[in-house]
């Protein structure tokens, strides 16, 4: 593998930016959040999308030709997360989506019931289950991590009581990464099934829903393709279709059905009954042409340089003094994200200094995942209180959190020591933070007088 020319393969990577400081090549630490997509992938899709038309329903050779290609980029998909013989891939718009397509359809088989979801996760893997089901916490221990221990003791306390257990297959905000088939085994012993909210884990490493080994299975996995380089409106819900067939669609109407009377209403089968109207037909080639290309250079090998990134990261960071990261003693199982808060200074205004002052884009706040950040961050009753009242009444500004950097194979170690620079220069005062007040309308800290400048593209 070439780091080279994985790097020369992000769209957008020699971008500069106006800063305070004049203009800095940009530095996108913000890959958890959505990812840039290929340039090889977005120079083919200017000729895949000369044969552009709808599927299934057209003659003539283009119609022909985006089915083809619509019908192999599910294959490629089943294949990429290593699906089984009996699973399979619904095209969504997103992993919020497909957690949500597979709450209703599960709550409509086991006619609700509980199911287990841990303190870790994005709201998307909370609240479509709370919505449907009676919610089980797996709660994180003191070093914000889930155990398998706490695990089973809860399914055995539940006696064969859970319809499901849902996590993540890796931390949005900790970048922890959860032993999937370990926590599937426990689940299928006590005749739950397991879901993988996937989105923060099939970008970083290989996916293997099928190992093999039946109780080891991962029952259903949901991601997003914007997550891993494709950033197009497509994501997928691949799982068992026995298992997902259940009474009628939710969504219904074109593409849903065999036959439709006055009287009678006769489904398709899947994937086609749960993907109603004209699905997103470039976002699922764009995916599909993605994930080739990601495997051209190989998962284990991305996984690999993430990991050298990582530690060159938490070598430096580890030396500063007055920023802590988010969840404790990183072993080997975590990707490469990282929360993190300074002892006094609001993330919304770090955040702002790192864009600002170095032409840094990362996150700020709680990213999605209140009950997980309100634990490791040890809120209180009263802290959670004064949170909800600063909400409602709009102080966005005083929201507590961290700031989140996520790096992608891509990013360099120099990109890395810019990074580290600026918290060393916040640490040593040489940044005048008193000169950045916060802006209502934008929802963001910024310095007097300096605004970016408004694109010009419509
Ligand atoms: C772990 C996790 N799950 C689910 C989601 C939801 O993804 P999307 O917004 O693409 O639906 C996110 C998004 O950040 C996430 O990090």
Request: aromatic residues 12%; negative net charge.
């Amino acid at each position: 593998m070439h780091i080279k020319e994985l790097r020369e393969d992000i769209l957008g990577v020699h971008e500069k930016v106006e800063t305070l400081n004049g203009v800095k090549d940009y530095i996108f630490f913000d890959n958890a959040a959505s990812a840039p997509a290929l340039k090889s992938v977005y120079e083919k899709m200017e000729d895949v999308s000369k044969y552009y038309s709808n599927v299934h329903r057209g003659a003539g050779y283009k119609a022909y030709f985006s089915t083809e290609a619509f019908d192999e980029a599910r294959e490629i998909v089943s294949e990429f997360v290593g699906a089984g013989d009996g699973d399979t891939v619904i095209f969504v718009k997103n992993a919020t989506e497909a957690l949500n397509k597979l709450a209703r359809i599960l709550s409509d088989r086991f006619n609700g019931g509980k199911v287990i979801v841990s303190e870790m996760e994005h709201h998307s893997n909370i609240l479509p289950w709370k919505k449907h089901f009676d919610v089980v916490w797996w709660p994180v221990n003191d070093e914000g991590k889930l155990e398998l221990t706490t695990l089973e003791n809860i399914l055995k306390e539940e006696k064969d009581n859970i319809k499901v257990v849902s996590v993540t297959g890796a931390s949005n905000v900790t970048g922890f990464v959860n032993p999937i088939h370990e926590i599937a085994k426990i689940a299928h012993k006590y005749n739950a099934l397991i879901s993988i909210d996937g989105a923060q884990f099939v970008p970083h490493a290989k996916m293997i829903m099928d190992n093999g080994n039946k109780d080891e299975k991962i029952d259903f996995l949901s991601f997003s393709a914007h997550k891993i380089y494709s950033p197009f409106g497509s994501g997928a819900l691949i799982g068992d279709k026995n298992l997902l067939d259940v009474n009628e669609p939710e969504c219904v109407g074109g593409g849903t059905i065999l036959f439709v009377s006055k009287e009678e209403t006769l489904w398709a089968d899947f994937p086609e009954r749960e993907e109603a109207g004209t699905p997103n037909i470039p976002g699922a080639i764009n995916l599909a042409l993605t994930l080739k290309r990601l495997n051209y250079f190989g998962m284990e090998n991305l996984e690999k340089r993430e990991h050298e990134l990582s530690k060159y990261f938490l070598d430096k960071f580890n030396k500063l003094n007055d920023f802590k990261l988010l969840g404790k003693n990183r072993e080997e199982h975590y990707f490469s994200v990282f929360s993190f808060t300074h002892k006094s200074l609001s993330p919304f205004l770090l955040a702002s200094i790192l864009s600002v002052e170095e032409g840094i884009g990362v996150r700020a706040g709680c990213f999605c995942a209140h009950p997980y950040l309100t634990t490791i961050m040890n809120f209180s009753k009263e802290k959670v209180e004064e949170i909800k009242k600063d909400m409602l009444e709009g102080k966005i500004e005083k929201f507590p959190g961290a700031v989140r950097a996520s790096l992608s194979f891509y990013n360099t170690e120099e990109e890395i020591d810019r990074f580290i620079n600026i918290l060393e220069k916040i640490e040593k005062g040489e940044i005048d933070t008193s000169k950045y007040r916060y802006y209502k309308e934008y929802e963001a800290f910024f310095p007097e007088n300096f605004k970016f400048k408004k694109p010009d593209i419509f």
